[in-house]
């Protein structure tokens, strides 16, 4: 019986691919895939809106005017006058209000959270300290600098109270109105934003890691340095970061304590857009703004990959 070879690939090869089919015609916008597009982003607009008009455009006419002369040309005298003299100094004591109250605040508000996580029936305790972290994390402005001239100020009532059993803070170099008393004010809304932010990374730490540590023969000093520490720095380090950027950006409280005496950058700024500025000189103000959206700007970004480092502990 004969036997016919087919060869591979040919069209008489059961096995060959079938002609190639025709490209279809691309799928046509329907009315109803439109709808289901829209009710699909319809939940991001108004936050995407309130993004655009509140912080990009505003960024974006800050970074065009720092680089923007007073005939509209490009110029950088602004950036170099915003980097040199007082302007400079003022980006210095910013930063260094900002590292002193992040850093403190930090370590106190994590002393705290880790006393309210690890108290026994601590269900009333949590509810009332997290409720006044919250009020107290968000009293600022001209009522807190009032409630401290009226509290600590030089006539203040503490004050009094301590000058009548002889402690009188003012005589030991303490001012209420200089960089220090600044500082003092800042711990009183930066250690209850710590004790907010960092409860989540504190209940994240699972028990079970604990009890596998203490089977092992590990100490208290062993689980904190091996297991405990390395997962919750990440958190610690992120919070520090948010930390920072609340005390840099705040302005009304030091403001309203100090009326302007300390060289701070935000409160520069506001002396540019209260109009006390010199002819020539208006933009100046924005290349100050755009200096402390950089550095906000950093420090939002290393909190960031903090916070994606220590998410996968916090599932």
Not at 49 to 65: E, S
Not at 95 to 114: E, H, K, M, Q
Not at 228 to 233: E, I, K, R
Not at 237 to 244: I, N, R
Request: aromatic share 12%; glycine share 12%.
């Amino acid at each position: 019986m004969d036997q016919t070879v087919t060869a591979p690939g040919s069209l008489a090869d059961p096995g060959a691919p079938g002609p190639a089919a025709a490209p279809g015609r691309p799928a046509r916008l329907s009315l109803l895939g439109v709808l289901r597009w829209l009710r699909r982003i319809a939940g991001i607009v108004p936050f995407a809106a309130y993004v655009t008009l509140g912080l990009l455009l505003p960024m974006v006419a800050v970074a065009i005017g720092a680089f923007q002369s007073d005939s509209g040309g490009f110029t950088l005298s602004n950036i170099k006058a915003a980097t040199h003299g007082i302007y400079l100094h003022g980006f210095w004591q910013s930063i260094i209000l900002s590292v002193i109250t992040s850093i403190l605040p930090a370590i106190f508000g994590l002393l705290i959270a880790y006393a309210i996580f690890t108290a026994k029936r601590g269900n009333v305790l949590r509810q009332v300290t997290i409720t006044a972290s919250g009020v107290f994390a968000n009293f600022g402005g001209v009522p807190l600098a009032f409630l401290f001239i009226a509290s600590a100020g030089s006539t203040g009532l503490i004050t009094h109270w301590l000058a009548n059993i002889g402690l009188n803070i003012y005589n030991w170099g303490f001012n209420l109105y200089s960089l220090s008393g600044v500082i003092v004010v800042y711990f009183y809304f930066q250690v209850p934003l710590m004790v907010l932010i960092i409860l989540p990374a504190l209940e994240g730490l699972r028990p079970a890691w604990r009890e596998a540590a203490e089977n092992m023969g590990a100490r208290t000093w062993h689980y904190w340095r091996y297991v405990g520490g390395p997962v919750l720095l990440p958190s610690f380090m992120g919070c520090v970061l948010l930390l920072f950027g609340s005390a840099l950006s705040a302005y009304a409280t030091t403001e309203a304590l100090t009326n302007g005496t300390i060289p701070l950058t935000s409160i520069q700024i506001g002396s540019f857009l209260n109009g006390n500025v010199i002819a020539g000189q208006e933009n100046i103000g924005k290349a100050l703004g755009l200096g402390m959206v950089v550095i906000i700007a950093i420090a939002m970004t290393l909190y960031v990959a903090m916070q994606r480092r220590a998410a996968k502990w916090l599932r």
